[in-house]
């Protein structure tokens, strides 16, 4: 089994391996209610977002596995 870039550990937190990460790919994550995106640029440096949009957070909390497609979706 391949280890993933972002996951939340076995202590509840976030955690991040950026040398795992593919530059300009969206990494998606749901933690406590929310939906952040994390992001590595041209420049290696790791961006997160969080997704404020109550509908798109309720879709993706619905379908975790879909929230790439479900945030494509959303930004036609």
């Known amino acids: 089994m ?8 076995e202590d ?3 955690k991040i391996k950026p040398e ?3 530059k300009e790919n969206l990494y998606p994550i749901m933690y406590e209610e929310s939906l952040y995106l994390f992001f ?6 790791i ?3 969080e997704v404020t949009d ?6 993706a909390q619905q379908n975790p596995k879909r ?3 479900i945030l494509e ?4």
């Open 2 to 9: 391949s280890e993933l870039p972002v996951l939340i550990d």
């Open 12 to 14: 509840n937190k976030i």
């Open 20 to 22: 795992l990460m593919i």
């Open 40 to 45: 590595k640029d041209e420049n290696e440096l």
């Open 47 to 49: 961006n997160c977002y």
């Open 54 to 59: 109550k509908e798109i957070v309720h879709k």
């Open 67 to 69: 929230i790439l497609e």
């Open 73 to 76: 979706e959303c930004s036609k």
